[in-house]
């Protein structure tokens, strides 16, 4: 699955990273502490690249809809990450769509009203879409058990969810090579992404039918400041989803209360 | 369905020559396969041993079974039956489905068309034919076989009666399909002595106990007539040709041969998430003589089955020389989802089976499923959810034309059940359409007055920016008056949201689906 040099690469930077010389905790000071702290420093080391090695394990780049690809973290939709889409199910549909048209296995969790045309039109092939409208209380646990069996879960709404919680699906995740997609926020997102400024065309007052929406969709990630922007049909006149300039934009680095926010959700 | 009883014996007989008054029996390793009507009625039954029949009755005649004898012998019928009605698929030897509606056309009814194959059978020589008509193969047969000796010989199943009919027989008719012999003794053992009480389970049940065929066992128990099964073209690549050089005389040889081809055949259809149940077989000599026939199958073809067929067609005789191709083409695939043998034998797809079945567990057959697009007007009516395990059907055919649906781009959410609305012109009071679809007063504020059905839905007033409509709903008026007429209205408030509005006559408003 993974290119046999991608496990090397991820554990050198885990050491490129770690001050393991300047360390008051290295290995040659450690040897004299008393046994406690060296247990401790071992198990705060090992959680580090536990932590370290999660984040930059690399993921499997899916195919992703090239108008969406260009504005995510990595050029593409990665298993082993969640997204967290806030404001559209059209948005989170779109990123369900390409690796969905290449043949992935999906899954649509707690969406009861799954608007499985619309989706088709983008790209999604309901053949291979797995649709759990109502799951139940115990949504996380759910998903959980479809992470592995499917490329990406699209999850409704899932409300208030604990770290732990999440930090779990998380591993699991990773472990299972599975991309999660989320209607809402989720704590610890690979990258948020919000549809803003919707422009709906074709519709007048009294006349007209809905013929396509213009909207900005923004993209904060994770692991840079910059947000990424750019302006999509989503959907077009045939119901799929195009760029309208194909370069997306850098912003200028977000305000730090944009920024504390998205820390803490 | 035309259906010869006792046809092993039948076919016996006229092969050995005996008087046809004499009891006879065929006889398959110890046991009776069948027994002539004489022999029945010295209390001979199949499964006997033969001990135990010849003390019965000492003068008994036994054959040893031969497919391929019996095979042989159902050529003339075939060929007689062929002279009335065109497109005859075997069932089996002895057993022959031809489709009755141009026939039943043609004479007028579904009894005369019955009576008219009989009447060809009987004039191949074989007397005592039964006939059953039904909407699928299934229910057919098992009308000929509880019709009685007596003219007219022929069960008709009124369209839609199937369950109604099946219901009263005993489950052993359902052996076949189980496809283990145990399985009958296993229901009756609970205490389902006919199909009846087997149809009334619940189906996730059924698919816990007996896996994918009790499923399809359940399904056809409860009536579901596979005639309104979509029944899908194979692609040409799945058919399979096999040639002979030097051509072979002996059936043996041919099946020893084709053996491979068969289990390629059949892992060919498995990739693409088929089953054969019809299967067309070609045999050509090598002078040129061609005989094509088509064989259907209760459950679907195993490699071993395909096998079986094309010995039973090359034996029928009927090629003037020794045989020098053999065509296997898959007339009639159904998608067979996970009943196919080996389907899930991949890694990733075994594992996603037993996922999204051990979810099935936990919420219910009915909670994990697909989506299926079928036909209809609005966005509610056009999808349909299968549960995983069953046969992705939409409730209505989309390959027709539905005017007056939805044009595109199509609503991202739509509600199972439209969820109540405001809708107000300038004056504050709630827009109305009349029954010549003009509207009180230009729609100004949209409300959603529902229970708060989602996150972030807006709960307050909010005014519209832009709207279209009324587009009139006028479906399936005769069928529910209380519905009354309703109209359809596409709306974009200004904070960017869309909406897909329904009105009645009482300018009662919903929101069926949103844009978003």
């Known amino acids: 699955m993974f290119p046999p040099h991608a496990g090397l690469t991820s554990i050198e930077h885990v050491f490129d990273h770690s001050p393991v010389t300047d360390d008051p905790t290295a290995p040659a000071a450690l040897l004299r502490a008393p046994r406690a702290d060296r247990l401790a420093a071992a198990r705060a080391a090992a959680g580090q690249a536990d932590r370290r090695f999660g984040i930059t394990t690399p993921g499997r780049p899916l195919e992703t809809l090239p108008a969406l690809a260009a504005l995510l973290p990595g050029g593409a939709l990665s298993t082993g990450a969640a997204y967290s889409v806030l404001g559209s199910v059209a948005l989170a549909t779109a990123l369900l769509a390409g690796p969905s048209a290449a043949g992935e296995w999906c899954g649509v969790v707690g969406v009861p009203g799954f608007g499985a045309e619309a989706a088709a039109a983008m790209g999604v092939d309901l053949d291979r879409t797995v649709l759990v409208p109502d799951p139940g209380p115990e949504l996380v646990a759910v998903v959980s058990s479809l992470v592995g069996a499917l490329a990406v879960v699209l999850v409704g709404p899932p409300g208030p969810v604990g770290d732990a919680e999440a930090g779990r699906l998380a591993v699991r995740l990773r472990q299972r090579g599975t991309a999660l997609v989320v209607c809402g926020r989720w704590p610890r997102s690979e990258a948020e992404l919000s549809l803003t400024d919707g422009d709906w065309h074709g519709l007048g007052a009294g006349h007209g039918h809905l013929s396509g929406r213009l909207a900005t969709v923004t993209v904060h990630a994770r692991r840079t400041a910059r947000p990424r922007q750019a302006r999509l049909w989503l959907p077009d006149r045939e119901g799929r989803v195009l760029a309208v300039r194909e370069a997306a934009r850098d912003l200028p680095v977000r305000p730090a209360a944009t920024l504390t926010r998205s820390a803490a959700g | ?516």
Request: aromatic share 6%; with cysteine; glycine share 12%.
């Open chain 2, 1 to 516: 369905m035309l259906w010869c009883p006792d046809w092993p014996v039948t076919a016996a007989r006229q092969a050995a020559g005996s008087p046809p008054d004499r009891p006879a029996a065929v006889l398959e390793a110890g046991r009776l396969l069948a027994v002539s009507a004489a022999a029945r009625s010295v209390g001979l039954r199949r499964g006997l041993r033969i001990r135990g029949a010849q003390s019965r009755c000492p003068e008994l005649v036994v054959f040893p079974h031969d497919p391929r004898l019996e095979a042989r012998a159902f050529e003339p019928v075939l060929e007689a039956v062929e002279s009335v009605a065109p497109g005859v698929q075997v069932v089996r030897p002895g057993t022959c489905a031809v489709r009755a509606g141009g026939l039943s056309r043609y004479l007028g009814g579904e009894a005369d068309a019955a009576a008219a194959g009989l009447g060809s059978v009987a004039d191949a020589g074989v007397p005592g034919a039964r006939a059953g008509v039904a909407d699928g193969p299934f229910v057919a047969e098992q009308a000929a076989r509880t019709t009685n000796g007596t003219a007219p010989r022929t069960r008709v199943v009124d369209p839609g009666a199937a369950a109604s009919f099946l219901a009263g027989l005993s489950v052993e008719v359902l052996g076949p399909l189980l496809g283990d012999p145990a399985a009958v003794d296993l229901l009756r053992r609970l205490g389902l002595r006919t199909v009846g009480a087997f149809a009334e389970l619940d189906g996730s049940v059924v698919a816990a106990r007996f896996g994918a065929d009790g499923v399809r066992a359940h399904r056809l128990a409860r009536g579901v007539d596979e005639q309104r099964l979509q029944r899908r073209e194979a692609p040409p690549e799945l058919t399979r040709v096999v040639e002979f050089d030097p051509p072979l005389d002996r059936v043996d040889q041919v099946a020893f041969t084709l053996r491979s081809t068969a289990d390629a055949f059949v892992a060919a259809l498995a990739a693409q998430v088929l089953v054969c149940t019809g299967l067309r077989v070609e045999t050509r000599d090598d002078r040129g003589g061609l005989i094509t026939r088509t064989w259907l199958h209760p459950r679907f073809f195993t490699a071993a089955d395909v096998v079986d067929r094309v010995r039973w067609q090359i034996g029928g005789g009927g090629l003037a020389g020794p045989v020098a191709r053999v065509d296997l083409v898959p007339e009639d695939v159904v998608p067979h989802g996970e009943q196919a043998d080996g389907l899930w034998g991949g890694a990733p797809d075994e594992q996603l089976h037993r996922a999204l079945t051990r979810m099935q567990g936990r919420l219910g057959h009915a909670a994990v499923g697909t989506a299926v697009v079928g036909g209809g007007r609005g966005p509610v009516d056009r999808l349909t959810f299968v549960p995983w395990g069953d046969r992705p059907l939409p409730r209505r055919a989309g390959d027709r034309p539905w005017p007056g649906q939805l044009p595109p781009p199509l609503p991202t959410t739509v509600l199972p059940r439209p969820v109540g609305a405001l809708v107000v012109g300038p004056d504050g009071a709630p827009v109305a359409v009349d029954e010549r679809g003009v509207l009180s007063a230009a729609p100004t504020r949209l409300r959603i007055s529902g229970d708060r059905p989602r996150e972030g839905w807006p709960a307050d007033w909010q005014p519209i920016q832009a709207w279209a409509g009324p587009w009139a709903v006028d479906e399936r008026w005769w069928e529910d008056d209380a519905a009354g007429r309703m109209a359809r209205f596409q709306v974009v408030g200004v904070d960017g949201s869309a909406w897909l509005l329904l009105v009645d006559d009482d300018a009662r408003w919903w929101v069926e689906a949103r844009y978003d």
